[in-house]
């Protein structure tokens, strides 16, 4: 079965530009999480949809943030304008009801 | 508030031993699942074994193994046959199972764990 698949992997640009990163959430699951990982935070919860709905955005950072969910197999991550202090790896992880969360490999970006 | 404490900032383990992590945590809630997750260097966050609480049998996965107190609050990892593959973050979470919770992961620390060769 497939896991939960985020893209891109890997993404490097420049400061004021506009990030978008994707999450195909695994098929069946009703809960979608997006986490930012850095080395000085460690792993912080940004914000999660239930059944496509924004439950908690409390973490998301700044307006910058943004994340949307328009069905049940696709949710977005988009910032703009992106600063340097941005730059960690982002996860999508994906559960059905209050089971095992399961994560995607991670979005690293690096904004310079 | 849930919260989860991994005192081991760090811990080495000689290729083909066996290594305990150590894990606590502190709730009021009766009902809810504990997770060990392993994050390698490609920053991946994979699943190790899960422990549900209302389980008085530790879980068991392969090489890996829990010994959950339910009553102490503990719930540490043991790896026997310690492999170089081994080598990883792991993180201790804890995630409420209550019908009204938000489900959100409450994690540790972290424990790097070093395999020597």
């Known amino acids: 079965d497939a896991g939960v698949i985020q893209s891109p992997r890997h993404e490097v640009t420049e400061m004021g530009q506009e990030v978008t990163l994707r999450c195909k959430p695994i098929?069946?699951?009703?809960?979608l999480f997006w986490y930012r990982q850095t080395m000085m935070r460690g792993l912080e919860l940004l914000i999660y949809f239930n059944n496509n709905v924004p439950i908690d955005d409390s973490g998301m950072p700044e307006d910058r943030f943004s994340a949307k969910m328009p069905n049940a197999s696709f949710s977005t991550l988009k910032i703009q304008p992106s600063e340097p202090r941005d730059s960690a790896v982002y996860f999508c992880?994906?559960?059905?009801?209050?089971?095992?969360?399961?994560f995607g490999e991670g979005s690293w970006l690096t904004v310079v | 508030a849930q919260t989860v404490t991994q005192s081991q900032p760090e811990m080495s383990v000689q290729e083909a031993e066996t290594v305990t992590l150590s894990c606590t945590y502190d709730t009021s809630e009766s009902d809810y699942y504990l997770f060990w997750y392993k994050q390698p260097p490609s920053r991946q966050m994979i699943l190790v074994i899960r422990?549900?609480?209302?389980k008085q049998q530790n879980a068991t996965e392969n090489r890996f193994s829990v010994n959950f107190q339910k009553a102490a609050k503990s719930f540490s990892l043991k790896i026997s046959d310690s492999q170089l593959g081994d080598a990883a973050m792991y993180f201790c979470?804890?995630?409420?199972?209550?019908?009204?919770?938000?489900?959100?992961?409450?994690w540790g620390a972290g424990t790097k764990l070093i395999i020597k060769p």
């Open positions: 422990q549900e609480a209302y």
């Open positions: 979470a804890y995630r409420s199972r209550l019908g009204d919770s938000n489900y959100q992961l409450i």
């Open positions: 098929s069946g699951h009703d809960y």
């Open positions: 992880a994906s559960s059905f009801l209050g089971n095992t969360i399961y």
